[in-house]
């Protein structure tokens, strides 16, 4: 059978894929305690390169501050180079693209993670979720600039480092989306206000990233940007919000648009009157300006191809990665009966899913990862699992 999202892509800066599904980011959680990259990942991101067209590594932290979780990559430092370059090179086997997602946490941190430090956000608001979050230290103005400038540096090292691009993290109420967000941005200055005012921020960022592709980008390099396009807090960020920022990505130097959500299907948390899926309204708004990438729920070749329907560009998978890494060599081969939906832990090793992210899926996503075991101590991993990003919770 002949599938669409097997065809190549071409992106207008002339950087082409191979096919149109994408390993979305899926954090390991292996990274050494200064960010470090570990063999561990570059065995995991390597067992997974060659059939996806591109891999967004999973998220690195542009600045200290930034920080969000134990085991987290760091690009804050020209020392971190080195250890990415080896990271870059397995997620581009055989002709896979390497994007590397970029972020700060802000408010979605702690003093422990960060060393005794308090977490920083737009505004001193402590988020509703989880309860034991803690209040954050406003951002100074000099603060803001500084981060704004780390996002640049970053993008600086992932060029030097040899990955295809960088996507900036604007979703999972990391900083880009505090600052966007009624609920956490509560600012007079001009980092805040109305809705425009509150989109500064990430216009800045922007074109810090960009600024530094211009000046260092020896060859095509992509800039990507996700976001989640719902909040359920109040104040909070209401689709219709997210359109608008959609509307400002449409006409910024951004090269595609990454929507994070549990299922590629879903419509409005927040307004149950409103049926028309989320991607459809996200693509329609885009009118072509930028390419979209769906995410959620997709396992099967006919999910990717149902996310291609509703009018996106790429197709991308997270779960499904963690369970196959031969999915697209195996649809391919035309071997669809041997794709693996199911998860034995007694398998983890020999997927070369690293030990700490082998604790998280038994304990938070046990519920998601379809295993086809339950773990003896699953309770005991509840308990330890750290935040984490980058898998796609069913809604």
């Known amino acids: 059978m002949s599938y669409r999202f097997m065809e190549p892509f071409t992106f207008k800066n002339g950087v082409t894929l191979k ?37 967004v590594g999973e998220v ?25 370059s080896r990271l870059a ?9 390497a994007v590397l997602q970029i972020f700060h946490a802000g408010r979605k941190s702690n003093d ?47 060029i030097a480092a040899g990955f295809d691009g960088v996507e900036l993290h604007g979703a999972n109420t990391y900083l880009l989306q505090q600052f966007f967000s009624p609920n956490s941005n509560r600012r007079t200055d001009k980092w805040g206000g109305d809705r425009d005012a509150r989109m500064g921020f990430a216009k800045a960022v922007i074109a810090s990233t960009q600024a530094a592709i211009d000046q260092f980008a020896d060859r095509p390099f992509l800039l990507g940007y996700r976001l989640s396009p719902e909040e359920i807090e109040t104040p909070g960020i209401r689709l219709d919000d997210s359109l608008a920022f959609v509307d400002m990505l449409g006409e910024s130097p951004v090269d595609y648009l990454h929507v994070s959500m549990g299922s590629a299907h879903r419509t409005s948390l927040n307004d149950k009157s409103d049926h028309t899926p989320i991607l459809t309204q996200i693509k329609d708004r885009l009118a072509g300006r930028k ?11 006919q999910d990717a191809e149902d996310v291609l329907a509703l009018g996106t560009d790429l197709v991308a998978m997270g779960r499904e990665m963690i369970r196959e890494p031969q999915w697209v060599e195996k649809v391919l081969d035309h071997d669809e009966a041997s794709l693996r939906y199911q998860l034995s832990p007694s398998e983890m090793d020999e997927l070369r899913i690293p030990r700490a992210m082998q604790a998280y899926l038994k304990g938070a996503f046990y ?28 809604m």
């Open 19 to 55: 096919n149109r599904m994408v390993m979305a980011p899926t954090t390991t959680m292996s990274s050494f305690y200064d960010g470090q990259v570990t063999n561990d990942e570059i065995a995991f991101y390597g067992a997974r390169a060659g059939g996806v067209g591109m891999i």
């Open 60 to 84: 690195a932290n542009v600045i200290a501050s930034g920080k969000g979780f134990e085991g987290e990559l760091s690009i804050a430092s020209d020392d971190d180079i080195a250890g990415l």
């Open 89 to 97: 090179s397995a997620m581009k086997a055989n002709g896979t693209k």
């Open 112 to 158: 422990r993670i960060l060393r005794g430090q308090q977490p920083v956000s737009a505004s001193a608001v402590k988020a509703v979720f989880p309860e034991d979050s803690q209040e954050p230290r406003a951002l100074t103005a000099a603060e803001i600039d500084e981060i704004i400038t780390a996002f640049g540096d970053a993008t600086r090292r992932a």
């Open 291 to 301: 390419p979209l990438i769906g995410v959620g729920s997709v396992e099967t070749p």
């Open 367 to 394: 519920s998601v990862m379809h295993f086809t075991t339950d773990p003896n101590t699953a309770a005991d991993y509840q308990n330890a699992a750290a935040p984490m990003e980058g898998f796609e919770k069913k």
